[in-house]
T-cell receptor
Framework: GIQVEQSPPDLILQEGANSTLRCNFS?????LQWFHQNPWGQLINLFY???GTKQNGRLSATTVATERYSLLYISSSQTTDSGVYFC????????????????FGGGTRVLVKP | EAGVTQSPTHLIKTRGQQATLRCSPI?????VYWYQQALGLGLQFLLW???????NRGNFPPRFSGRQFPNYSSELNVNALELEDSALYLC???????????FGPGTRLTVT
């Protein structure tokens, strides 16, 4: 199956710092999503970004599908940015009925210190 | 607009019992997905339902089953509970034909 690797596994930041999280995937995809998991376990949608670049406030993301990676940028980090960030992909396959499942990376645990 | 809802929030069961978890998708969404997040194992795909039918299944034993109702809500049943079934179970939904999935708050199942 498709492999999804996230780096770094852990990241400690001082409030106000910028950071970049990376997601590498092993095969062609037709869906890539970034999530932030809050302390209670809920996955909050950050970006749906199978290709291209998007920005939402202090967060932005870029996916280069041809090179099989995606980057999540956090600028001017705040303590509320702490948590685990997941990248998840859906493999591009021709049999529609067998698709639609997300494969998650291992996550990047971010701690922003005041 | 209400998001994906799940019940119960927490569930404590004894080994060998059965657990039933429930999920209501976002209004207008027809696909429901179930994922398991067990400690040390990450997030793993369990089941996908669309239009009342099971469309795809992850690498889980048959004692994990479910169904989708005509109103698109879904139920996940876990029979003959084992200690390793203790996990956070997340439900997600999407529009028919759309790729982006939206997640609920999860049900935390503890098996003792």
């Amino acid at each position: 199956g498709i492999q999804v690797e996230q780096s770094p596994p852990d990241l400690i930041l001082q409030e106000g710092a910028n950071s970049t999280l990376r997601c590498n995937f092993s095969d062609s995809v037709n869906n890539l999503q970034w999530f932030h998991q809050n302390p209670w376990g809920q996955l909050i949608n950050l970006f749906y970004i199978p290709s291209g670049t998007k920005q939402n406030g202090r967060l932005s993301a870029t996916t280069v599908a041809t090179e099989r990676y995606s980057l999540l940028y956090i600028s001017s980090s705040q303590t509320t940015d702490s948590g685990v960030y997941f990248c998840a992909v859906e493999l591009l396959i021709r049999i529609k009925a067998a698709g639609n499942k997300l494969t998650f990376g291992g996550g990047t645990r971010v701690l922003v210190k005041p | 607009e209400a998001g994906v809802t799940q019940s119960p929030t927490h569930l404590i069961k004894t080994r060998g019992q059965q657990a039933t978890l429930r999920c209501s998708p976002i209004s207008g969404h027809t696909s429901v997905y179930w994922y398991q997040q067990a400690l040390g194992l990450g997030l793993q795909f369990l089941l996908w339902y669309d239009e009342g039918e099971e469309r795809n299944r992850g690498n889980f034993p048959p004692r994990f089953s479910g169904r989708q109702f005509p109103n698109y809500s879904s139920e996940l049943n876990v029979n003959a509970l084992e200690l390793e079934d203790s996990a956070l179970y997340l439900c997600a939904s999407s529009f028919r034909g759309a790729r982006e999935q939206y997640f609920g708050p999860g049900t935390r199942l503890t098996v003792t």
